[in-house]
């Protein structure tokens, strides 16, 4: 199991279309892929869940990733919130 944490920068937090692109990124690995936010946890492959966490601008979630290929999942999901997820 890894984890580490990591800051939205997205303006606007994680409406449906970053939502949408991080699961996407997700999904393209086998490991169970999920993040802290608040005290609760959602599935980062899940459009709902991700979209249920309510996660705002500046808001800092940690993923935790496990499973055969969760070292690669986690730098793609990592990489893929700090490039902002389709969004400057």
Do not use: W, Y
């Not at 199991?1 to 970053?18: A, D, E, F, W």
Request: proline share 2%; glycine share 10%; aromatic share 4%.
């Amino acid at each position: 199991m890894v984890s580490q944490k990591v800051t939205i920068k997205n303006p606007t937090g994680l409406h449906l279309r970053p939502a949408g692109i991080l699961c996407k990124e997700a999904m393209k690995f086998q490991a169970l892929i999920t993040f802290n936010f608040k005290g609760g946890t959602a599935n980062a492959k899940s459009v709902l869940s991700v979209l249920g966490a309510c996660i705002k601008s500046g808001d800092s979630i940690e993923f935790v990733c496990e499973g055969d290929d969760e070292e690669k999942a986690l730098q793609a999901v990592v990489l893929a919130v700090e490039s902002g997820l389709g969004e400057s």
